[in-house]
């Protein structure tokens, strides 16, 4: 009997150790999983801007086109973001994220080819440019390049955040 108790609280011990693991491992995929599809819907969000801006940049030119081709050949040879306010940009932006439900404080910045700022933001933390989502406001087959880089302040969802510093 006296043999059998510490084999007994080693397999408990054991089993709670597991259980334990399994969870951790669980709460980091949940943490993993949400990540991921929060840069989803900042991404959606770009892209939703995106076409916000070109409706835009459209709509005050007056333009209309017959077919998708000669919209996208217009703006390719015609697109600048430089007819925009630092504000009309700022609300687009804000309004694509709030319909994605991702309600955190932003900067952005837009920046040519040679990475030179067109438009940007009082706040904009241009040493975390690589931290930024991106998105090229012009096509694709336009020689002037044009990038919307948007910074999201704070991480998604602040509830995990200290479970997140438990697991690393």
Known sequence: MKKVFPVIVILITLSVLGIMFIQMSWIKNAISQKQAQFQHEVQNSLVQARESIHSRFILLNNITFMNEDSKDYYLAQHFTSQIFSKDEISQIIDKSLK?????????????????????ISENFPIQKINDCYAIRLTPETSDLQETLYVFVKAAPPSIIRPLERLLV
Not at 99 to 119: A, D, R
């Open 99 to 119: 319909k994605n439900n991702i309600k955190q404080h932003f900067e952005f910045c837009v920046l040519n080819i040679f990475k030179f700022p067109i438009t």
